[in-house]
T-cell receptor
Framework: GENVEQHPSTLSVQEGDSAVIKCTYS??????FPWYKQELGKGPQLIIDIRSNVGEKKDQRIAVTLNKTAKHFSLHITETQPEDSAVYFCAAWGYQKVTFGIGTKLQVIP | DGGITQSPKYLFRKEGQNVTLSCEQN?????MYWYRQDPGQGLRLIYY???????QKGDIAEGYSVSREKKESFPLTVTSAQKNPTAFYLC???????????FGQGTRLTVV
């Protein structure tokens, strides 16, 4: 089955700096890679996603890059703000189901 | 409003009792999922269902059971056979494979 590794597990940045979270996956057939943000006590919400026919996708301060050859994808948040503080999960769709990384706790320090 | 609803938000049970967590969606999604979340372990798949009256075991199905009698409902029963049931449980739905999954707000189960 699919295996998704995510790092770092925790990340602290100063407000205004950039944050990068990296994930690798094992199943070369995976072709859909969503990223979720989870605030304390709530369910995860999709913030951006990318499909395997695209190398990069951007939505305002958030961008995702995908390297299919290396089987890794990354989330980039620029100009971080305190409200970006949350747990972020990467995920990869393998055969019939999605597998999540263990999550990255991002803390943005004002 | 369309969405996915889990109830209750907090649930307490005594050890040895079965308990059922509710998950309802009005998004007309075919697929539904149950995840368990523990600190430092991310989201682990318990069961999933891609169509009514059919479901599959996930990675940690032991001690759990589900049913999918209606498209909009996918209840999860935590049985007394589950050795460590205290956790945060998340239900999700999606239109199909390789599509965005929408999550409920979760149920925090505490077994004492």
């Amino acid at each position: 089955g699919e295996n998704v590794e995510q790092h770092p597990s925790t990340l602290s940045v100063q407000e205004g700096d950039s944050a990068v979270i990296k994930c690798t996956y094992s199943d070369s057939a995976s072709n859909y890679f969503p990223w979720y943000k989870q605030e304390l006590g709530k369910g995860p919400q999709l913030i951006i996603d990318i499909r395997s026919n695209v190398g990069e996708k951007k939505d305002q301060r958030i961008a995702v890059t995908l390297n299919k050859t290396a089987k890794h994808f990354s989330l980039h948040i620029t100009e971080t703000q305190p409200e970006d503080s949350a747990v972020y999960f990467c995920a990869a769709w393998g055969y019939q189901k999605v597998t999540f990384g263990i999550g990255t706790k991002l803390q943005v320090i004002p | 409003d369309g969405g996915i609803t889990q109830s209750p938000k907090y649930l307490f049970r005594k050890e040895g009792q079965n308990v059922t967590l509710s998950c309802e969606q009005n998004l007309n999604h075919d697929a539904m999922y149950w995840y368990r979340q523990d600190p430092g372990q991310g989201l682990r798949l318990i069961y999933y269902s891609q169509i009514v009256n059919d479901f599959q075991k996930g990675d940690i199905a032991e001690g759990y059971s589900v049913s999918r009698e209606k498209k909009e409902s996918f209840p999860l029963t935590v049985t007394s056979a589950q050795k460590n049931p205290t956790a945060f449980y998340l239900c999700a739905s999606s239109p199909g494979l390789n599509t965005e999954a929408f999550f409920g707000q979760g149920t925090r189960l505490t077994v004492v």
